[in-house]
T-cell receptor, first 111, second 115 residues
């Protein structure tokens, strides 16, 4: 079955890099996503990576995928206070539309 | 506002009552999803529609839950004989089948409290 795990909390200083980690179990995952949830706001897709990729960079965001270890990470460069939110890792197996989310990592950015 | 909208935003009900929630997706999106999110957890998939057809359904969706999308536009999620364990945020999302990576756009959610 599908299971996605994340650490619950991460605290970083403003200007530092943040690295949020995720492990998943479904080897048939085709797409892996990072979503951001701010208090009182809906979930927002930040970035995604296709399973045949190792890395994807999008401005301050870098996604690394280690398919062998089923490990996904999100690096946020030059973290700002506006990055404080809960970040969810999610995966979707090929041929299905169901997306399985992790429990979320709360990122706290200290000014 | 052309985003996903949900109604109501909050619902308080007594145990045993029935409740119905509505979701209006982004107008050009043919796919619609329902998720449930409890405090401290990520969203859990409940069901998925492509146009009016319900194509995927989670085992989490007990017989008390039913979802419809009769004309392939808005959708309703009904919970019969609510239980306290049904208290959660119910999220709706929509996407277009033209998106290869299936970006789902989420609504603000309906928070259900069962007393």
């Amino acid at each position: 079955g599908e299971d996605v795990e994340q650490s619950l909390f991460l605290s970083v200083r403003e200007g530092d890099s943040s690295v949020i980690n995720c492990t998943y179990t479904d080897s048939s995952s085709t797409y892996l996503y990072w979503y951001k949830q701010e208090p009182g706001a809906g979930l927002q897709l930040l970035t995604y990576i296709f399973s045949n990729m190792d890395m994807k960079q999008d401005q301050r965001l870098t996604v690394l995928l280690n398919k062998k270890d089923k490990h996904l990470s999100l690096r946020i460069a030059d973290t700002q206070t506006g990055d404080s939110a809960i970040y969810f890792c999610a995966e979707r197996p090929g041929g299905y539309q169901k997306v399985t989310f992790g429990t979320g990592t709360k990122l706290q950015v200290i000014p | 506002d052309t985003g996903v909208s949900q109604d109501p935003r909050h619902k308080i009900t007594k145990r045993g009552q029935n409740v119905t929630f509505r979701c209006d997706p982004i107008s050009e999106h043919n796919r619609l999803y329902w998720y449930r999110q409890t405090l401290g957890q990520g969203p859990e998939f409940l069901t998925y529609f492509q146009n009016e057809a319900q194509l995927e359904k989670s085992r989490l969706l007990s017989d008390r839950f039913s979802a419809e999308r009769p004309k392939g536009s808005f959708s309703t999620l009904e919970i019969q004989r609510t239980e306290q364990g049904d208290s959660a945020m119910y999220l709706c999302a929509s996407s277009s089948s033209r998106s290869s990576y299936n970006e789902q756009f989420f609504g603000p959610g309906t928070r259900l409290t069962v007393l």
